[in-house]
């Protein structure tokens, strides 16, 4: 199984609601990441988790609180977002860096968030 | 910002032609690779290049590397409307998970 799943598809929330976005994969891939992507551009890394401890974290702002509960799961916590939030928020799994050669990453289809 | 630059931004062809992407980028690297994203999905793997090596092919994909000029380029070749797509580079950070992305190049091919 090569699949990055992610849930929901689509998500329309208003600035005062707390959600989730979840990701899962079973290629027994050990670091995970989000990426939050605006329309016409590369995706921004927000967070990096290896080996189910966060070890990257690219000054996200704290209305976005990521979650590693088990290796095959990583959550986005998401509360009292902004209208500039608005993005397609982007799953991804890889074997964790090892030797200095950073691997191949496989992507969720991805999140479209809508902020009102 | 570490991040590549591409170019082209866009680039439009018929069925048919070549597509050649060029991708810059600032750091010294391990490795070099290209993404494909079709409109609002997920990025799909289409190519890694190590950087002791200066040329390599995935069926219609070439993929050149040039370290001393930190520079590569994606290649397709007897393009078909199925490549209609953004086209990303991506680098490695030294000894992290991290991978930098570049700009980007929107591909459209028409029939």
Request: aromatic fraction near 8%.
């Amino acid at each position: 199984d090569t699949e990055v799943t992610q849930t929901p598809k689509h998500l329309v929330m208003g600035m005062t609601n707390k959600k989730s976005l979840k990701c899962e994969q079973h290629m027994g891939h050990r670091a995970m990441y989000w990426y939050k992507q605006k329309a016409k551009k590369p995706p921004e890394l927000m967070f990096v988790y290896s080996y189910e401890k966060l070890s990257i974290n690219e000054s996200v702002p704290s209305r976005f609180s990521p979650e590693c509960p088990n290796s095959s799961l990583l959550n986005l916590h998401l509360h009292a977002l902004q209208p500039e939030d608005s993005a397609l928020y982007l799953c991804a799994s890889s074997t964790p860096t090892s030797g200095g050669d950073t691997d191949t990453q496989y992507f969720g289809p991805g999140t479209r968030l809508t902020v009102l | 910002s570490q991040q590549g630059e591409e170019d082209p931004q866009a680039l439009s062809i018929q069925e048919g032609e070549n597509a050649t992407m060029n991708c810059s980028y600032k750091t010294s690297i391990n490795n070099l690779q290209w993404y494909r994203q079709n409109s609002g999905r997920g990025l799909v793997h289409l190519i890694l290049i190590r950087s002791n090596e200066r040329e390599k092919h995935s069926g219609r994909l070439r993929v050149t590397l040039d370290t001393s000029k930190k520079s590569s380029s994606l290649l397709i070749t007897a393009s078909r409307a199925a490549d209609t797509a953004s086209y990303f580079c991506a680098t490695d950070a030294y000894n992290t998970d991290k991978l930098i992305f570049g700009t980007g190049t929107r591909l459209q091919v028409f029939p």
